[in-house]
């Protein structure tokens, strides 16, 4: 029985919910607003970019990944090297 399992150690004093234990104690963050990041791209390497979905197709083959549940926006720049 569960309820007898929570005076086990307790000296018939139940004991406390564990829920706080769970919770890692973190500090408010500050919200990020704007943040730029680019990445440089090998040649060989091709990236197409279509409303959030991204595809990359190198020499070992194409990897595809879904952006859209992410409030970001992604785009292809040319550097010009």
Known sequence: D???RR???SFGRPLPPRS??????AA???KTLVQEESLKVPKGVKITIKAKMVEVTGKHGTLKRDFKHLPIELYLANSGH
């Open 20 to 25: 706080h234990l769970l919770r890692p104690f």
């Open 7 to 9: 005076h086990a150690c």
């Open 28 to 30: 408010p963050a500050m």
């Open 2 to 4: 569960l309820s007898s």
